[in-house]
């Protein structure tokens, strides 16, 4: 069984830091892609930052230049580094671990930034 573990959100001022994590353990092999994606209330899920195994990366626009996702391949853990947070940032933060076939989605972490 695969099982997800994401920590770091939380509550932060705008212009403030975070850095979230996602810890993938269980029966996983395979892993190809790491991935954030968010969900604000009342929106739909949107990809946020992608890393392959191979280390390429691909931001949202809307977070090019202040979010950095790195992995850690013998971990099987992805991160997120979320700088000069603003509020419409504010959104339930899911990882993705996808693996041929299947795509594996973590139970989501509140990240609330406030004005």
């Known amino acids: 069984q695969v099982q997800l573990v994401e920590s770091g959100g939380g509550l932060v001022q705008a212009g403030g830091s975070l850095r979230l994590s996602c810890a993938a353990s269980?029966?996983?092999?395979?892993?190809?892609?790491m991935a954030w994606y968010r969900q604000a209330p009342g929106k739909q899920r949107e990809f946020v930052a992608r890393?392959?195994?191979?280390?390429?990366?691909n931001y949202a626009d809307s977070v090019k230049g202040r979010f950095t996702i790195s992995g850690d391949n013998a971990k099987n853990t992805v991160y997120l580094q979320m700088n000069s947070l603003k509020p419409e940032d504010t959104a339930v933060y899911y990882c993705?671990?996808?693996?041929?076939?299947?795509?594996?989605w973590g139970q989501g972490t509140q990240v609330t930034v406030s004005s």
């Open positions: 269980g029966s996983i092999a395979g892993i190809f892609v």
């Open positions: 993705l671990v996808g693996v041929p076939g299947k795509n594996y």
């Open positions: 890393i392959s195994r191979s280390g390429s990366t």
